[in-house]
């Protein structure tokens, strides 16, 4: 699991931006912590199913209904800007 | 008011007119201007908190359990109308529209939700030093740290602000600060409580519980908190209706498991002294003590991590400036915008913490194509194993006890640069929460720097209740009756 890896590469994946300054110390934790995670290569999982989540709950269906949840107006209230009960953002292309 | 009345006698008072929340709110809130500059375990009041305490005592809340009892609430849930800021600089404008689930639930009881605790960002922390709005501090002892995520609920709780608190617990979150400040702290079941209005980082982990002085508080108002709702579609119906808060667990052949594995950790010398005297007395008092191993606990932190960083980097996608929170565009060279990822990415990068970028950036890493499944699929299956350690303990044991943490809570700043070392905290609660069991921490004594020492009680899934009862009487026994002064 001797993984090679790009910081900003990945951080582009996650779009976020690593300042140039910080970009030593993160590279430095990262090989840390996946140095020390390598200890998972050791485990024989040969034949485990993966557990996604406790007690294998699956998801429930529930009938398709229409409800009157929140307003739009509500949900606008913690928009940065906002135009015609849209959300507005500036132009980027 | 509350360091020696329970929260049932309490609300019993206030049904009677015996006792009046308006006056108990004003106290509280007046209270702990002071204790709070020093601590900064509280960020926010509740201003309806006062008129809500006036419609209590007029009566309108006089069957609820928890009537006219004043809750804080970790910054991760939502309360209408308030900040939930998760303690992050991109979510610090943002004000609900809605209440979460559980905190509904303890409001149509009775309570009073008087304010918004300290965290470490994201619920990512186990000091509550990576808070955007500055670290909260250990009651006990200012120069030291709470423990984490749920930092300012525990010392809120340990230093006399609430009653009870409410706190999410992903990897720990609950019962390391629990420990660290000497107060009880209870995860249930993953499941039990919905998630529905709670912050999101880890979705198949996260698990709101409460902090209380006392078993008996900490459990009624998670009683009030466990209840089926269909917005969260992992949670459950638990086969309990209600928590046996004031009922203790008859010790007499209750086969408890000491597990191998946490007791050979490099633990504190005064720390292991105490669960080992802890063990001795339970055995004294009829308890089978059976040994039991846990194999898989070494590999509970990489796989911890890695599935909590893996949901968290999908999680997280959701704050992009467009819809709610912050929208910071600004560049350090003043450069125009490039296009919508350059959006994305400026207002992400100025919102969220370093630690917070970590471990999204861990997680974006184990899910992309060509390590999935090194690292995030095989997390998975070695996280089944270590829930399978536990279906096996289980067959020789009713409960298991232990440490809490390695130690008692460490300096602040100690570890904050060490990101393994911090990680490594974790190590005894992580296995517990990959399985989804129920667990808790109780307050055991004190160190000789009068530091507080947890014992943590695990227990098998959905039985919770079991286990409140079993808590307990350990409470009776340990006879713990220490407070700390701010």
């Known amino acids: 699991m001797a993984a090679k890896y790009n910081i900003q590469a990945i951080a582009d994946l996650a779009c976020l931006k690593i300042e140039d300054k910080d970009l030593g110390a993160f590279e430095r934790h990262f090989e840390k912590i996946l140095e020390y995670f390598a200890t998972l290569e050791g485990v024989d999982t040969s034949g485990v199913d993966p557990m996604i989540t406790p007690h294998g709950i699956q998801s429930p269906l529930r009938a398709d209904q229409v409800k009157q949840e929140l307003s739009v107006e509500k949900i606008l209230e913690n928009a940065p800007e906002v135009k015609d009960s849209l959300f507005k953002v500036p132009p980027v292309v | 008011m509350f360091k020696k009345q329970s929260v049932s006698a309490y609300s019993k008072k206030v049904r009677a007119r015996e006792a009046s929340a308006e006056k108990t709110v004003t106290q509280l809130i007046d209270g702990q201007r002071e204790p709070n500059k020093k601590l900064n375990a509280i960020l926010e009041i509740n201003e309806r908190a006062l008129q809500r305490a006036k419609e209590v005592d007029e009566g309108r809340f006089d069957k609820g359990r928890l009537t006219g009892v004043p809750i804080l609430v970790k910054d991760n849930f939502c309360v209408a109308g308030q900040s939930a800021t998760a303690a992050s600089r991109i979510l610090e404008n943002f004000k609900p529209p809605y209440t979460a689930h559980c905190i509904q639930r303890l409001?149509?009881?009775?309570?009073?939700?008087?304010?918004?605790?300290?965290?470490?960002?994201?619920?990512?922390?186990?000091?509550?030093?990576?808070?955007?709005?500055?670290?909260?501090?250990?009651?006990?002892?200012?120069?030291?740290?709470?423990?984490?995520?749920?930092?300012?609920?525990?010392?809120?709780?340990?230093?006399?602000?609430?009653?009870?608190?409410?706190?999410?617990?992903?990897?720990?979150?609950?019962?390391?600060?629990?420990?660290?400040?000497?107060?009880?702290?209870?995860?249930?079941?993953?499941?039990?409580?919905?998630?529905?209005?709670?912050?999101?980082?880890?979705?198949?982990?996260?698990?709101?519980?409460?902090?209380?002085?006392?078993?008996?508080?900490?459990?009624?108002?998670?009683?009030?908190?466990?209840?089926?709702?269909?917005?969260?579609?992992?949670?459950?119906?638990?086969?309990?209706?209600?928590?046996?808060?004031?009922?203790?667990?008859?010790?007499?052949?209750?086969?408890?498991?000491?597990?191998?594995?946490?007791?050979?950790?490099?633990?504190?010398k005064e720390l292991r002294e105490a669960i080992e005297g802890n063990i001795e007395t339970l055995k004294q008092q009829g308890c089978e003590i059976v040994d039991v191993s846990l194999p898989h606990t070494d590999?509970?932190?990489?796989?911890?991590?890695?599935?909590?960083?893996?949901?968290?980097?999908?999680?997280?996608?959701?704050?992009?400036?467009?819809?709610?929170?912050?929208?910071?565009?600004?560049?350090?060279?003043?450069?125009?915008?490039?296009?919508?990822?350059?959006?994305?990415?400026?207002?992400?990068?100025?919102?969220?913490?370093?630690?917070?970028?970590?471990?999204?950036?861990?997680?974006?890493?184990?899910?992309?194509?060509?390590?999935?499944?090194?690292?995030?699929?095989?997390?998975?299956?070695?996280?089944?194993?270590?829930?399978?350690?536990?279906?096996?303990?289980?067959?020789?044991?009713?409960?298991?006890?232990?440490?809490?943490?390695?130690?008692?809570a460490f300096k602040m700043g100690e570890k904050k640069d060490d990101p393994i070392s911090m990680y490594y905290n974790d190590i005894l609660t992580t296995p517990a929460s990959l399985a989804g069991l129920p667990s808790m921490s109780l307050p055991l004594g004190l160190s000789s720097e009068r530091l507080p020492l947890g014992l943590q009680v695990i227990a098998p899934p959905f039985h919770d209740d079991k286990m409140v009862m079993f808590a307990n009487a350990l409470e009776e026994l340990i006879g713990f009756t220490e407070v700390c002064n701010v």
């Open chain 2, 107 to 268: 409001e149509d009881e009775g309570a009073i939700i008087i304010g918004k605790t300290n965290m470490d960002e994201f619920a990512m922390g186990s000091s509550n030093e990576n808070s955007f709005f500055g670290p909260c501090r250990n009651p006990w002892n200012l120069d030291y740290v709470p423990g984490g995520s749920s930092g300012g609920s525990a010392a809120a709780v340990a230093a006399g602000l609430a009653p009870i608190s409410v706190g999410s617990d992903t990897g720990g979150s609950i019962r390391q600060p629990a420990s660290f400040c000497g107060v009880v702290g209870i995860k249930p079941t993953y499941g039990a409580v919905s998630r529905y209005g709670m912050i999101a980082f880890a979705s198949s982990l996260d698990q709101a519980g409460t902090f209380g002085r006392s078993v008996a508080d900490a459990a009624l108002a998670l009683e009030v908190m466990i209840d089926h709702d269909t917005r969260d579609a992992t949670n459950v119906r638990t086969p309990f209706a209600t928590l046996s808060t004031n009922k203790s667990l008859p010790l007499k052949g209750v086969r408890v498991g000491v597990v191998k594995e946490y007791m050979a950790a490099d633990l504190n």
């Open chain 2, 299 to 408: 590999y509970a932190i990489p796989v911890y991590y890695l599935v909590a960083a893996s949901e968290a980097s999908s999680n997280l996608s959701r704050y992009d400036g467009v819809r709610y929170g912050l929208r910071d565009l600004s560049s350090p060279t003043d450069e125009p915008l490039q296009d919508l990822n350059d959006f994305y990415k400026r207002t992400r990068s100025h919102g969220f913490g370093d630690e917070v970028k970590r471990r999204i950036l861990l997680g974006t890493f184990s899910l992309s194509a060509g390590y999935f499944d090194a690292f995030y699929a095989k997390a998975c299956q070695v996280r089944r194993l270590i829930s399978d350690d536990f279906k096996n303990a289980y067959e020789k044991c009713d409960f298991i006890v232990g440490p809490v943490s390695t130690a008692p």
